[in-house]
């Protein structure tokens, strides 16, 4: 499955795990379709195929012993760099086989996730970290697993008319439907949107009326962002979404909000608040039909309001992203 994907997709950063998840123990994730296993080290964080080159047992069946990782069936030891480094049966006068060797990937820690690039990273880390200014309060937010292809589930965060009607009530306001048309540019290899102006009744379920701007971001195949930003009194936000397509119709996402406001505030009310307007969007993403995201544009109806999404299913095209997609 790996062998047919574009460059774009394997030098992309994914999150695999939260950090907390990865403690002394070997973790296993998947991400298109590959089987991957994580463990921690003294070193710091590692990902392989999880698949012992002996005789095909998933290495996440093992353990992490002296910062190696131990094969469950016959102990062969792999270091952080995917070295055998041990064989018990081989009698001590014989050399390891050169061959002897796990598939690494790139992977590291930061923001609470550990990321993983499966090709050579196009960067040392995400391309949206750029914007994840120091000032801001930042938060994490997920996993959120969706029984969803990840296209859908980015095109979904970038659809702004579901705002009224989905979210209504916490984003928008059904009597208040209409989008302005909008322009999507592309600066550095970002696509992004102009301001966006949204009739808010309840903003952030904080209780206060605004009408609030919205700028749609595109960063890669599987990398959105949103800023949100209310113009009377200088509050915004940046959104960013990353999914992890672990199959075609099985994925898992993560958020980072980075305020500029309540920034003493406990994080909780934020998560709480993202996890309802998921599971408000889990009944679209989940149901919607086909699975996967066509890419030919004659395939749906598309409005000027869904600018956005056209030209992310034009880039996805471009970028050769077949996994997802149709
Ligand atoms: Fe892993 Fe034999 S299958 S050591
Ligand atoms: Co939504």
């Known amino acids: 499955m ?14 695999a795990l939260l950090s907390s998840e990865l403690h002394d123990k070997p973790v296993p994730a998947k991400l298109f379709g590959q089987q991957i296993v994580l463990f921690r080290t003294s070193n710091g964080v590692h990902a392989f195929k999880d698949l012992c080159i002996h005789r095909g047992v998933p290495l ?9 990782l131990v094969c469950a069936y016959h102990g062969w ?5 995917g070295n055998c480094v041990r064989i018990p049966s081989l009698p001590a006068d014989r050399a390891i086989p050169d061959k002897a060797k796990a598939s690494a990937y790139a992977c590291f820690e930061q923001h609470g996730l550990v990321w993983i690039c499966l090709g050579t990273p196009k960067a040392d880390v995400p391309s949206f970290f750029a914007n994840m200014d120091e000032e801001l309060k930042i938060v994490l937010m997920g996993p959120y697993e969706l029984a969803a292809a990840g296209p859908r589930i980015v095109e979904n965060f970038l659809d702004v008319s579901h705002l009224m009607f989905v979210h209504e009530g916490l984003l928008g306001d059904s009597q208040f439907p209409e989008i302005q048309d909008y322009r999507v540019n592309e600066y550095n290899g970002v696509l992004r949107t102009d301001e966006i102006v949204v009739f ?22 599987f990398t959105a962002a949103l800023i949100k930003r209310n113009p009377d009194n200088g509050e915004m936000f940046h959104l960013f979404l990353m999914v992890l397509p672990m199959t075609e119709q ?12 309540d920034k003493d505030a ?10 309802t307007l998921i599971e408000q969007d889990r009944v679209m993403v989940e149901n919607q039909k086909p699975e996967l995201l066509p890419l030919d544009l004659q395939a749906e109806l598309h409005l000027k309001c869904d600018r956005m999404s056209i030209a992310y299913r034009q880039r996805l095209k471009q970028w050769g992203v077949t996994f997802g997609t149709a």
């Open 266 to 275: 406990p994080d909780d009310a934020f998560i709480a608040f993202q996890d």
């Open 2 to 15: 790996i062998d047919d994907l574009s460059p774009a997709m394997l030098e992309q950063w994914y999150p």
């Open 250 to 261: 099985k994925s898992r996402a993560y958020m980072l909000k980075a305020r500029n406001y």
């Open 77 to 81: 030891r792999y270091n952080g760099c």
């Open 200 to 221: 808010q009744p309840d903003a952030d379920g904080r209780g206060t009326s605004m009408n609030s701007h919205y700028t749609y971001e595109v960063y890669g195949p």
């Open 60 to 68: 996440s069946l093992g353990k992490v012993e002296n910062d190696e």
